[in-house]
């Protein structure tokens, strides 16, 4: 099967910066994007960031450059850095790959866990 394995969540002051890691393993043809999402309390689930395997990325508008999504495609890794954080960036972030399995012919979503990250002073 495969596996999303997320890292690099936790509490941080604002202004600060963290950068998450998802590294996706497993029986894996090919994967075609792999992004970011985050949900806060209360509020939509939100797309932040992704990135295809063509390298075409796309950001969640009001990020306004904070954040950067970038890759290491020969690790099927997937990084978030994020800059310039602010309370409201608090929220659970989850790691989304649409895959293609091995012997299948179509993608597939596949979901991390999910790691926090807190702002607050």
């Known amino acids: 099967q495969v596996q999303l394995e997320e890292s690099g969540g936790g509490l941080v002051q604002p202004g600060g910066s963290l950068r998450l890691s998802c590294a996706a393993s497993?029986?894996?043809?090919?994967?075609?994007?792999m992004g970011w999402y985050r949900q806060a309390p209360g509020k939509q689930r939100e797309l932040v960031a992704l990135?295809?395997?063509?390298?075409?990325?796309n950001y969640l508008d009001s990020l306004k450059g904070r954040f950067t999504i970038s890759r290491d495609a020969a690790k099927n890794t997937v990084f978030l850095k994020m800059d310039s954080l602010n309370p409201e960036d608090t929220a659970a972030y989850l790691c989304?790959?649409?895959?293609?399995?091995?012997?299948?012919?179509?993608?597939?979503?596949?979901w991390g866990q999910g790691t926090q990250v807190t702002v607050s002073s």
């Open positions: 989304e790959a649409l895959i293609t399995p091995t012997g299948a012919f179509k993608n597939i979503p596949y």
């Open positions: 497993g029986r894996i043809r090919s994967i075609y994007s």
């Open positions: 990135i295809t395997s063509a390298g075409s990325t």
